[in-house]
């Protein structure tokens, strides 16, 4: 049986496109897609709207996307401003710019330099922030590396090694503090500063500058800084 040949969907102005199986899908200009969209390459320079489901093996945003279904990748970059509907799936997702998700993540590498702010779960083996980010569901990931370059949220955050920094910094000899506000935090080995949560559980618990948290429950070690504000800890 012959094997379809799979066209380009090029976009220098304006145009669209039914959905489809394609090559490679460049957007310069401003490109509607009505429906689902396969591809191999999918690279968005200027204004996109997809209105189904997208599977491809390299998705890029460097303009502003919205996706209205799910998305199913290798890698995704986001250097702009995209908008996803449904659920993230992809082996890598780096950040940069502007990322909203309307359903869960799941990834096996998360690494975010600019903001993501997801209505759902995120799930992955690594997930490394130095920007902000705000999950209205779980945060699971086996490694969670969280430098705070600005105010971060989430519902619930599970892994097993937890390690969330504080990075302040002065402008005009005004000091800028963020923090990460959680209810409960639960791993293996947890290190914290900066944060608020009202319930933190691990074998290993390092309350560092800054925290305020309401109960800790541990096993092996527990440590609190001077600075740190603890109502309640309990060995297990």
């Known amino acids: 049986m012959e094997r379809k040949e799979r066209r380009d969907f090029v976009v220098a102005g304006r145009a669209s496109t039914a959905g489809g199986e394609f090559d490679r899908v460049s957007i310069h ?3 509607h897609v009505d429906g689902d969209l396969a591809c191999t390459e999918l690279k968005c320079h200027g204004k996109s709207h997809i209105t189904g489901n997208v599977k ?7 303009g502003s996307t919205r996706i209205d279904g799910r998305v199913e990748s290798e890698e995704l970059q986001v250097r702009g401003h995209a908008e996803i509907g449904g659920h993230l799936s992809c082996r890598k997702m780096e950040a940069e710019g502007v990322l909203h998700v309307g359903g869960p ?5 998360v690494a975010l330099k600019g903001q993501l702010n997801v209505k759902n779960d995120v799930e ?10 705000t999950i209205d569901g779980l945060l699971n990931a086996g490694q969670i590396v969280v430098q705070l370059y600005g105010d971060c949220q989430a519902k619930e955050i599970g892994g097993e090694k937890i ?16 923090h990460l506000e959680v209810d409960t935090i639960e791993g293996d080995e947890i290190h914290l500063e900066n944060t608020r949560a009202k319930v933190v559980r691990g074998n290993r618990v390092t309350i560092g500058p800054g925290c305020d948290i309401g109960l800790v429950e541990y096993h092996d070690h527990f440590h609190r800084d001077h600075d ?9």
Do not use: M, P
Not at 228 to 236: I, P, R, W
């Open 228 to 236: 740190a504000k603890v109502k309640e800890s309990k060995k297990l």
């Open 124 to 133: 992955a083996e690594s997930f490394s922030a130095k920007g902000i980010f």
């Open 29 to 31: 200009g401003d490109g």
């Open 163 to 178: 390690e969330v920094r504080k990075k302040g910094f002065s402008f005009w000899f005004k000091s800028f503090t963020h």
């Open 105 to 109: 993540v799941t990834a096996e590498e």
């Open 56 to 62: 491809a093996s390299d998705v890029r945003v460097y």
